[in-house]
Structures are given as C-alpha cells and as structure tokens.
C-alpha cells in the first residue's frame, strides 16, 4: 500500500522553512516578471556571471567532495532526485515518488533526462552512484550520509556487501531504495552533492575525472568547460539539461581568489559580480554605504577542534580550559562583524526537537558564557593539569587555511590565551587542499574548522563526530557514541530527542570542540543580476539567474 507525499513534503517544508533562512534574494516588485518578460541578451552577445569560488576547490566528485567550495560547483553541475528552489524541496530529476505507509520504502519515477554527452541518465545511475559512495574502497568522507539506507553501513564496514545495500534500479525509469528506518528529512539528503548520480564508465576512484573538462560529464545546468588549477574554472550552459530552455546564463567564469580584499577590489571594479567572502574590517563600511550588501541566515558553526591524541589536549582538562578562556562576544563584535552569534555547543541555533522547542535552547552552555571568558575556571583547570598560571605550558600551534579572516579569528584566541592563562601559541597556514589533509590525517593539535548543516537537522552535526565519520578529525573515536547516534536514527519523537541530547553532551563534555560562533553568511552581488539563489544550507545556485544590462 501506497501513499502519495507531496502532502508530507508540504509539511516538511513549512517546518523547515519556519526555522531556516532562504538564501534567495529578495527581489522588488518591478523585478518580478516571467520566464518570458525576462530580457535576452543582446543577439550574439553571451551571458557571463563572474563569481569569486573562493579557494580551489580538493575535488568536484560528487561522491569524494567534503567542503562547501566543491558543494557550490557540484551544485551548479549535477542534479538529484530533488532540488530546494526558493528554500522549498522541489522533484527534479524524480518527476514524481511515493513513499510506503510504513514510511521505510521510496520509490522515484525519473523524468527523462540526459548527461551532459547526450546519453540517457537512467536510474542505474543512481544506483551506482550511491553504492559507489558506500564502497570502501572509495574512502568517501561522506560515506556515512548513506548510513540511512538499509545494509548501506555494513557494505561500507565489510560486513555486507554491495548487493544487500537496499537501493535498485527496477528499470530505466524506477529507483527504490528501504531505509533503516523513518527519516524525516530523506528527501532533503537527495539534493546533497554525495546523493548526485555519476557514470560508471566516467569515474575514477581518485576524482580526477572531475577535474578534466573533456570526461567530466554532469546532469545540471551547467558543465565544466575550462579548468585552471590556482586560477579558475568556467562553467557553460549545458544543452542537454532538462530544463535547458530556462536556463539563461551562458558562461559562469569562477575565480579562485582567496584573499578577501583582491576580491573585494575585483568587485568594486567591476570584475566581479558575485563574492561570499569580504574583509572584516570592511564589512561595517559596506553595511552602511553598499546596497549589494546582504547578511543571509545560515546553519553551521565555527570551531576549533582538538587531536585528542596530542599532548597538552589529550588531556581533558587543557582542553575545557582552553575553551572558556576566550572573549567570543569580542570576537563576534570586534573581529568577525557580521552579527554571528556566540557559540555555547556544537549544534547550532535554529534547529529544533520534535517537541518545536529549540535544540540550544534545551541543551544549555556547558559552562560556556556567551558574553565573556570565564577566566577564573579557565585557570584553575589549567592548574589542576599541571600547568599554573601556564607554567610548563608546551608551545602549541593553532593551524588554519590561508584567510584573512581565519588569521584575524587565531590572532585574536592567540591573544587572549596568552593574557588570560599565561600560555604562548603559535600560528600557522596552509592552502585549502593540503590543510584538509593536514586536518583529516591528525597532523594538528589545534586547527580552524567549520561546519554547515547538509539537511535541517541536528544529527547532522551530531553523527560528524562517529568513529567511522570520514570528518571525525579529532580522532576521537569512541563506540558507546556510535551506539548513541545509530540508536537515534532508529527512533522518533521524544526518545529520539533525548538521544540527540546526550550525544551532544558527551562531545562537550568531552570538549572534542572548542565553539566559537553559529554563522551567519555575508554576501554581495550586483544588482544587474536576478534570481539567483543560496540554499538554505548555504549552496550558490544560478540555474534560474539571469543578467540584466
């Protein structure tokens, strides 16, 4: 027995959408016209977007892909069975699904549609695809995001395999997959970049192919035409997605530019029309002068994260110490700027239980003040580790990728331990790629870190932090966590609220984290470009956007 879900999406979505920013913009009335009102461009002249990526991108395999620069690509280039459009799910590549009473069974009817080469995207696609994300040997960070399908988590830990992971193509057109148990939020895991189908005789098992224009072959509204490492990348119309007709962006030219003040120079110039990442100290000014500038909601917080591993932090003690001798009211307000709030847990603000209450709200500080350092506890943990007053206190280091912010956040932290606890700390930087690595191999004692939300939920900040989490870079691996997180993904209701709750409490309590602010997400675009939009959790999208000269 059957039952259709749109009405369950309906709901899901009012939910969501009650306590999640939509990243669109915000158009004036004379800006709201129709596909067919809206202005072509002159005749044989093309329809370019610049926008700033950012740092370049480790890899644009949707299956291999960890960070948010790829996410933006990823997003930009492939399709699910669902996108989110204006903050509300919408099916894509899936015309239609239905869901089973027992709410466990999907069951996705594909529209017909092709890779960017021409050839038919099929549901075996998918099926690969998310099979190929759960195989070992593929090593995906985000293997465990597909924990949720029935015999995914034993495929990936040897202990299954790949034909009892309980997602079939039935034919061309039909994808089934069983879940473990009710999720929620399944469908929003659709329109993340590891659930975006790929072709069995395209991919490597090292993402090269994403990389190389001539066999990266995609579903999306654009494709990958150029690539220069260090430079940019350039994304062209795709002709032959689905919704090709209402694409109106021929070329998108995406910038590596890392430091913020270039690219905020290359906007101002006018050789940029599209930048997420400005100078702190410029955001007071562009907040008062610079219409183009927005500060959107967004669902992540920035930590630092401790190797549990490495002396002094292997120490639970140093560790807790650490955390409450910073000023993070200071930080928000005189280094970052752009109305972040204060972060007192993990999990961020805007998430909520099953009851509607707010997951921080319940969960409390841990003894983390908002407004302050709480020195006197600082020191007196740091003390019972035996370092008074910081005496004996080794030199560590605070690692975090090339950003003017992220110095200015560590020389801020830098200056408060130092004053507060007595202890000197070292700064260094490294690229984006090689500090992921860096990160992931434990090769740190304290490094920068940041996560945003993959659905609206708290788990997915919570199951970050499992032994088998390829971004469990604390190297904090302990079982009984595990079973706690497994266990919530196979309840509802309040046993699955209080679950979450404990979860949440043993990492701090562990201190695996040291939280410093929830994000917010500044950004600038002119105003000559419309509709264009950031997801809810963060991803650019310009498959509806347009430039009007």
């Known amino acids: ?30 800006e709201q016209q129709n596909q067919a009102e809206k202005p072509a461009p002159a005749e044989g002249k093309e329809m370019v977007l610049n926008w700033n990526l950012g740092s370049e991108p480790k890899t644009l395999d949707p299956q291999l892909n960890s960070a948010s620069d790829g996410g933006h690509v990823i997003n930009n280039t492939f399709e699910g069975l669902m996108r989110e459009v204006n903050g509300k799910l919408e099916p894509a ?28 995207l099929t549901a075996h696609d998918f099926e690969f695809a ?50 473990n148990a009710p999720t929620p939020y399944f469908l929003d895991l659709t329109t993340f970049y590891t659930y975006m189908p790929t072709r069995e005789d395209i991919v490597d098992n090292e993402g090269i192919w994403a990389k190389d224009p001539s066999k990266f072959i995609c579903n999306g509204p654009f494709k990958l035409v150029e690539y220069k490492s260090g430079d940019k990348l350039v994304l062209a119309k795709n002709e032959n997605y689905w919704r090709a007709d209402e694409v109106k962006i021929d070329k998108i ?24 990442n400005m100078p702190t100290q410029e955001i007071p000014r562009l907040q008062a002068e610079d219409p183009t500038f927005t500060i959107l909601p967004q669902i992540g917080t ?19 110490a650490l955390t409450l001798a910073i000023d993070r ?21 805007n998430l909520t239980l099953s009851t509607g209450e707010e997951f921080r709200k319940v969960a409390g500080d841990y003894g983390i003040d908002p407004n302050g350092a709480n020195v006197e506890e600082a020191k007196k943990l740091l003390a019972e580790a035996g370092y008074p007053d910081g005496k004996g206190f080794p030199e560590i280091t605070i690692l975090y990728n090339t950003s003017e912010g992220h110095k200015a956040i560590a020389e801020a932290i830098q200056e408060m331990w130092k004053k507060n606890l007595g202890i000197n ?44 989490s390829g971004n469990n870079d604390a190297q904090w691996k302990v079982k009984a966590y595990d079973k706690l997180i497994e266990k919530a993904k196979l309840v509802s209701g309040k046993e699955r609220d209080k679950l979450l709750l404990e979860a949440e409490k043993m990492i701090m309590d562990e201190m695996i984290v040291m939280p410093i602010y929830y994000y917010t997400d500044p950004v600038m675009v002119k105003e000559k470009v419309k509709d264009w939009q950031k997801t809810k959790l963060g991803h650019w999208y310009f498959g509806y956007a347009y430039i009007a000269e």
């Open 329 to 349: 009211k200071a930080i928000v307000e005189t280094v970052t700027k752009a109305a972040q709030v204060p972060a007192t847990g993990f999990v961020p603000v």
């Open 1 to 30: 027995m059957f039952k259709k879900s749109f009405a369950l999406l309906l709901i899901l979505v009012l939910v969501v959408t009650a306590f999640t920013g939509c990243g669109s913009k915000k158009s004036e009335p004379n």
């Open 93 to 120: 590549i899936a015309e239609s699904y239905e869901v089973s009473e027992d709410e466990l069974t999907y069951t996705f009817h594909l529209r017909d549609t092709k890779w960017s080469d021409g050839k038919p």
């Open 253 to 276: 030219i995406a910038s590596m530019i890392v430091d913020q003040s270039t690219a905020l120079t290359a906007y101002e110039s006018g050789e940029l029309d599209v930048i997420d």
């Open 425 to 468: 700390v070292k700064l260094a930087n490294q690229e984006w790629a090689v500090f992921q690595d860096t990160r992931h191999q434990g090769n740190f004692t304290v490094a920068r870190a940041g996560w945003l939300a993959d659905y609206a939920d708290p788990m997915t900040f919570l199951d970050l932090w499992t032994t088998y």
């Open 130 to 179: 998310w099979k190929r994300a759960l195989d070992p040997k593929l090593a995906s960070e985000y293997a465990f995001q597909l924990f949720y399908i029935k015999g995914g988590q034993e495929y990936y830990e040897g202990k299954g395999t790949r034909d009892d992971v309980a997602v079939k193509a039935l034919d061309d057109k039909t994808l089934q997959v069983t879940l």
């Open 302 to 320: 920035y930590y630092y994260i401790f190797n549990v591993n490495k002396e002094p932090v292997n120490d639970v003690r140093v560790r807790r």
